[in-house]
């Protein structure tokens, strides 16, 4: 079945740190890779999505590249600030039932920016 | 912006009570997903819904029920609390996929529940 890996947390940094969060999945066919944030006391938000191979998706600096050979889709950062402290979550679309597509999602990362 | 509210940020509830928890979304989307989430376990599907009274289990439906009465509202019901529901809930909405998947969801704020 589908399934997500993340790199286990929690992940603190100094600000201006280079970031890094690992991905990696399961899926068949070809699923669509996503990133949501999560800051603290509220849901989660969509940060930014590849739907296909190759595709790189990049938001608020942020950027993650989908890598089928290795299939994964690591979340990076050139530089992070302490507003940037969250909980990181990936996801793959899973399969459409009566056209409700399913996420799947990873356990989730918690970053922790120190100023 | 999509609007996904959740009718409560936190609640206290005892053992054994019945539980609704509200969800409304104003973009007009024909799908609505309930999440629990704990930490180290990311978020686990409870029940989903594809159109007014239609209903699907997720992937730990056990102890939980749903309602969608109208297109803009989902509902999630507790039907007897135990203390392992204790937990954050999530309600996320999306348009119908027509075979691509690529719909992103939208989220509410979350309602904290403890069940005491």
């Known amino acids: 079945g589908n399934s997500v890996t993340q790199m286990e947390g929690p992940v603190t940094l100094s600000e201006e740190a280079f970031l890094t969060i690992n991905c990696t999945y399961t899926?068949?066919?070809?699923?669509?890779l996503f990133w949501y944030v999560q800051y603290p006391g509220e849901g989660l938000q969509l940060l930014l999505k590849?739907?296909?191979?190759?595709d790189k998706g990049s938001n608020k600096g942020f950027e993650a590249t989908y890598r089928k050979e290795t299939t994964s889709f690591h979340l990076e950062k050139g530089s992070v600030q302490v507003s940037d402290s969250a909980v990181y979550f990936c996801?793959?679309?899973?399969?459409?039932?009566?056209?409700?597509?399913?996420?799947?999602f990873g356990q989730g990362t918690r970053l922790t920016i120190n100023p | 912006d999509v609007k996904v509210t959740q009718s409560s940020r936190y609640l206290v509830k005892r053992t054994g009570e019945k539980v609704f928890l509200e969800c409304v979304q104003d973009?007009?989307?024909?799908?609505m997903f309930w999440y629990r989430q704990d930490p180290g376990l990311g978020l686990r599907l409870i029940y989903f819904?594809?159109?007014?009274?239609?209903?699907e289990k997720g992937d730990i439906p056990e102890g939980y029920s749903v309602s969608r009465e109208k297109k803009e509202r989902f509902s999630l019901i507790l039907e007897s609390a135990s203390t392992n529901q204790t937990s954050m809930y999530l309600c996320?909405?999306?348009?119908?996929?027509?075979?691509?998947?690529?719909?992103?969801?939208?989220f509410g704020d979350g309602t904290r529940l403890s069940i005491l």
């Open positions: 973009m007009d989307h024909e799908n």
């Open positions: 590849a739907t296909k191979a190759d």
């Open positions: 996801a793959l679309s899973g399969n459409i039932i009566q056209g409700a597509q399913k996420l799947v």
């Open positions: 996320a909405s999306t348009h119908r996929s027509y075979g691509r998947r690529n719909q992103p969801q939208h």
């Open positions: 819904s594809y159109d007014v009274k239609m209903k």
């Open positions: 899926a068949t066919g070809y699923p669509s």
